[in-house]
Every structure is written in C-alpha cells, then in structure tokens.
C-alpha cells in the first residue's frame, strides 16, 4: 500500500530527502506522495523513511492504493 500526506502535514520538508524513490514532492498547501512511485520503502530500507522523519506523524497508509510486499518490492525493481 502506498503513503499519503494528510492535511496535518506542515510542509517542514523533512521527508522529501529521504524517500529513495523520490515519490514525494510539495503540493498546494502540503507535500503529497504519489503512489506510483511510492514502496514504502520495500527494497531500500526496512521501514518507511519518511514517516520515521516526519515530526507530526502526518504520512499514513493510502486506503486507495493497497499492495503486497511483493507488489512493492516488483514496484521498487521497475522504478531502479
């Protein structure tokens, strides 16, 4: 399952630097994630980047884009 931003989000820009993917980027008023390109950080790290970095706990789970792991990890292998 992908990541998203919510509304709770300060644009403190914390978390854009650690995504291996580069999935994250700055939106209208927060940053956002786009879930094309968004692992989870299955095949670079052991547990999202960005929601360790994030300091108002504002990246979730996307309901809208759920995978398995092995649907992220084939995601990480085409987007390297």
């Known amino acids: 399952m992908a990541l ?6 300060t644009s403190c ?3 854009s630097s650690e995504c291996p993917n580069e ?4 939106g209208d008023t ?3 994630i786009d879930p094309d390109r968004c692992t989870e950080c299955v095949g670079a790290h052991d547990e999202p980047q ?3 970095v994030c300091p108002v706990e504002a ?3 996307d ?3 759920k995978e398995s792991k092995e649907e992220l990890q084939a995601k990480y292998e ?3």
Do not use: F, G, K, N
């Open 13 to 15: 820009d914390a978390c």
């Open 50 to 52: 960005c929601q360790l």
């Open 23 to 26: 999935a994250i980027s700055e």
């Open 30 to 32: 927060t940053h956002v």
């Open 78 to 80: 085409r987007l390297h």
């Open 63 to 65: 309901p809208a884009h």
């Open 4 to 9: 998203m931003i919510t509304d709770e989000c």
């Open 59 to 61: 990246i979730v789970a």
